[in-house]
């Protein structure tokens, strides 16, 4: 034990450690994921529904696995074993984690990969001549060419992989450092843009107007998902950052800060993306292509549209690789604590596996793999996988932390890991009470709603 201690690499900055976070909670599920489950659930009530449980939930999760992470200094498997002591059976909520990292990743590197892709088409000028509906259509080609995107998936993990081999202070944080103030510059530039469209005024209704009749149980229940997927909780992402944090470092203030970025983000992506929607009168719920099908139709129309599209999406590509090395990190630092093996060999191990387990994902759009699965589930295999973790899987592993941060540890134990290096002592009192009350029976009632029960 005492010899890993010592060994474990921390993080160089603030700033570093910082961006690291707030890269992986904004990454693809603030740009990607939001905008089209938006889309999906009618706007405005969910968008609210999802700010009230990033509040009453995602932040106080948020702390529970930052404080778990830095008190025990192992991942999540680790974290869980050490700290739960005799009670032998947390050790699986941390290998919970691990397997929704897993299942995460491979599909979340398909969508990664086609920002790779659309990279290298905005390089070719891919939009020139062409209408709107034949922008979109780019898309459904590339998500029905499974050899491309296994091309670009094997790519795109050889450099998530990369950045992970090199550990992190010299991988991790220092190209999250660079990445993630080019990432808000490039939002912010997109959207004055967006600003000035016709249906821009259509969207900020679509987004703000709460409409009741739009939001249904499985809405609520993705909503949860959605606050745990944009702040990476119930993965074991924070649980690892934070086993990497100087005792020194302020806890809740960093939730409260890249809890702000998260939504902040999300929010202005909605914002950038809706207008375009509205002006040309696409349907808002497009589905995991949104972001593909709607962008490039906005870049067609400015000038300078090639060196626009292509920052933008090589920077979606950053966005998207703060994310994979987060995810990629946790099943890292979980086989080299487990098995012992090197960081090095570790990444190469999971890099290998994860892009077989991706090979279905990357199928799925022609069915070339599991033909029948359609038919059987009543959506592909990468639709099946993504609903699976996000609506269920992240729900469910936050509901057994919040269980594990405020009725199993010691009360001794938890306060000091949440307090140590804060100013902000008055964040106790009312975060135990959401993570012993609010978090488990709001994540209960919605489960139980979904499920019918309610």
Known sequence: MKPKEKLR?????????????????????????????TGQNGGGLFVLAYLV??????????????????????????????????????????????IVSFLVLSFYAVV????????????????RGKNPEQIRQVFENLYQASDI???????????????????????IEFWSKILMPALFLILITLLLYSVTLEGFPEAFRFIFYPNVNKLSPTGLLQALGLACFTLSLGMGIIITYGSYMQKSEDIPKTAVIVAGIAVLVSLLAALMIFPIIFTFNFPPEEGPGLL??????????????????????????????????????????????????????????????VFVVAIPSAASGSNGIFTHWTEVYGMNFFDTLNDFCFTWLLPINALFIAFFAGWSLSKQVRKDGLLEGSSWAFFYPPWIFLVRWVVPLGILFIILQQSGVV
Not at 112 to 127: D, I, M, Q, R, V
Not at 150 to 163: K, Q, R, S, V
Not at 295 to 310: A, D, Q, R
Request: with cysteine.
């Open 53 to 98: 449980f990033t509040l009453l939930i995602g932040i106080p999760i948020f702390l529970s696995e930052m404080m778990i992470g830095r008190t025990a200094e192992r991942g999540p498997v680790g974290a869980f074993t050490s700290l739960g002591g005799k009670e032998k059976g947390w050790r699986f909520v941390g290998w919970s984690c691990v």
């Open 149 to 171: 995107n296994l091309l670009w998936t094997f790519l795109f993990l050889a450099l998530t992989t990369g950045i992970v081999y090199r550990g992190i202070r010299k991988g």
């Open 112 to 127: 990664s990969s086609w920002a790779l892709n659309y990279s290298l088409l905005s390089l070719l000028n891919f939009t």
């Open 292 to 353: 593909f099908k709607t962008l490039p139709v906005l870049f067609e129309k400015l000038p300078g549209s090639l060196l626009l599209s292509t920052i933008f999406f090589l920077l979606v590509v950053f966005a998207a690789l703060t994310s994979t090395i987060s995810i990629m990190e946790v099943l890292v630092a979980t086989i080299t604590e487990t098995f012992g093996v090197s960081r090095g060999k570790g990444a190469l191990i999971v890099g290998g596996i």
């Open 9 to 37: 690499e921390h993080w160089g900055s603030r700033l570093g450690f910082l961006m690291a976070t707030a890269g992986s909670a904004v990454g693809l599920g603030s740009l990607w994921k939001f905008p089209y489950v």
